[in-house]
DNA sequence: ACCTTTCATAAGGAAATAGTTATATATAGT
DNA sequence: ACTATATATAACTATTTCCTTATGAAAGGT
């Protein structure tokens, strides 16, 4: 799985983001799919700013985007981030985390938006 | 790349290992050969005290074996830990640490010792 | 204009982290 | 037995981390 070649700085970094269970399985989440804050804040039954805080720190590292829909900030996997693709196969190492979303969508949490 | 899966959580602890950036280069390290702590005080110029706490927390997590040769102490990649090709692969997209190990047989601070 | 909802930011506190120095333990050599 | 070397552990400190509550800003609906 050889990619570009980085600095221990730069790998420390993305693991550091990695190495908290919160993030880790909000990275796995918005692998299946992009989501907005709130959709997160039901998942997770943690604080808003606690989710935007995790949010911020893996948007200040590019590992996600943000973009606005009317009153929403969705959150996406960055695919032009330079690790995305190993990004990607660690995720896919993960627990399925569609569930979850499907789990949203019963209980009618799911935001629907046409942009 | 897909390996065994695992939860969150143990992947969190394993990347949160990963995400300092002393001990990453010292796992770098170990994936070229076995070395001896007072080895890796000589790579790292720290207090012996920090890599021996850096070795224990990789320790507990069996991410390395540890195996004493007379008064040194040497520690190595766990070979048998779960995910140990998955770490292959992502340190094989760090810089090499051969030289490292070079610089030190150059400076006669490599330890040998035949047991 | 006003109110509601969504999200971000600020401020603060508890716990975890990574380093230090001091000390204890284990092995080797004399 | 004594000394030297290698390593581990304990105790301490400074910093970072992750959460909380309180507040501010942006957008939408009436």
Redesign the pocket.
């Known amino acids: 799985m050889q990619t570009k070649e980085r600095t221990f700085e730069e790998a420390a970094t993305l693991f ?1 983001l990695m ?2 269970k ?2 880790l399985k909000m990275l796995a989440i918005l692998y299946k799919d992009e989501c ?4 997160l ?1 039901e998942i997770f039954q ?12 893996l948007k200040n590292a590019h590992v996600v985007n ?1 973009r ?1 829909r ?5 959150y996406s996997l960055n695919r032009e981030h330079p690790f995305y693709e190993q990004l990607l196969d660690l995720l896919n190492t993960l627990p399925d985390t569609q569930p979850l979303l499907n789990d949203l969508q019963v209980a009618g949490k799911r ?1 629907v938006c046409c942009d």
């Open positions: 550091k190495g908290d919160t993030r907005c804050v709130c959709e804040v943690m604080s808003q700013p606690s989710i935007s805080q995790h949010l911020r720190k943000e606005r009317g009153q929403w900030i969705y935001v």
